[in-house]
């Protein structure tokens, strides 16, 4: 389908549903929540049904947009029309949903698997929420403060931001336009970037104290126990995986974040010119090039072992020309 036909076909599909439900991601960021939100809060105004469904809440940060106290943890009843936003392969909706396949789908991820029955799908955008906001005047929907808000919110933090490799003109001019409708920019980067909890200031302790490295891969850990001892409530990694990406000696980033006994979740961060989609694809996972992510099921030791094993081999193949 051209992408005159997704929209129109997107369009006529929100005008005939009265009920709808939205899905993000696990583990949801702030892509996932600002286009959750945005777009729910766009379909409200538009007079429909609206759930709004992330199986693992909000993260704190992103708890002041307004309207975040409306999303669901599971769904609520029966609905027209399932659409997902911000997510690449439909497994990461979560368990505890009666859905075969989403009616409409909205991402942005190199490795997205199409999964759904209209697919807009757009590699080359910086967010999620960067699609949406050029997108919802073609589906008859109205951008206020509060939606503008939760859409500068998924691209500044997608984003980390404005700085990832990806980053490009276009989207400049959509986060100005966001701030001619009233967000406020500075305070969103503060809120969703800046700011950190004492909890997960200690969490980055533990990380960082695991910290390793061999020629240009570096590499740590964040396990159940290390969330126990400083108190930090989430799965995540609290954004770790940024300050890693960060050291100069490296090209690639992993971190492992131990979610139980035998699953962990694994991210690659990569600098420009490298490619960890790819590799986080093989492992059941996806992304983007310069960061992308896996849950592998094993022991942290096991999936350490093959995780360090591919990525070193990718480091080697790239420095032998292959």
């Known amino acids: 389908m051209t992408d005159s036909a997704i929209h129109t076909a997107i369009r006529t599909a929100l005008q005939a549903a009265k009920k709808i439900m939205i899905i993000s991601h696990i583990r949801p960021d702030g892509d996932a ?18 759930q709004m469904v992330s199986q693992d809440g909000v993260p704190a940060e992103f708890c002041f947009l307004n309207g975040s106290k409306y999303i669901l943890r599971a769904p609520t009843g029966p609905v027209d029309l399932v659409i997902v936003v911000d997510i690449s392969d ?9 859905i075969e396949q989403p ?3 909205i991402d942005h991820h190199i490795t997205n698997l199409n999964f759904a029955k209209i697919n807009l799908v757009k590699a080359d955008a910086v967010a999620t929420a ?5 997108s919802m005047a073609l589906w008859d929907l109205t951008i206020t403060l509060q939606i503008a808000e939760a859409l500068l919110t998924g691209i500044v933090t997608d984003t980390i931001g404005f700085r990832t490799s990806n980053m490009n003109p276009q989207a400049l001019r959509i986060a100005a336009d966001l701030m001619e409708y009233g967000a406020n920019l500075p305070d969103i980067y503060e809120r969703s970037l800046a700011q950190r909890s004492f909890e997960a200031a200690r969490y980055w302790g533990k990380g960082l104290s695991s910290l390793q490295r061999e020629g240009r891969l570096i590499w740590a850990t964040l396990s159940r126990a290390d969330r126990r001892a400083v108190g930090y409530n989430g799965n995540d990694d609290a954004d770790l995986n940024h300050i890693l990406s960060t050291i100069v000696q490296g090209d690639i980033s992993v971190l492992f974040i131990e979610q139980n006994k035998h699953h962990v979740k694994v991210s690659w961060r990569a600098r420009p010119g490298w490619d960890v989609s790819q590799l986080a694809l093989k492992f059941g996972g996806g992304g983007h090039p310069a960061a992308a992510g896996a849950e592998i099921f094993g022991t942290m030791e096991e999936v350490q072992d093959l995780v360090l094993e591919a990525t070193k081999q990718l480091l080697s193949d790239h420095s032998q020309g292959k």
């Open 103 to 105: 009616d409409i789908q």
């Open 33 to 50: 929540i600002g286009s959750l939100l945005a777009l729910g809060l766009a379909l409200q105004d538009a007079g429909k049904q609206v």
């Open 130 to 134: 960067a699609i949406l906001a050029e």
């Open 90 to 98: 439909f497994n990461r909706i979560g368990i505890g949903f009666d």
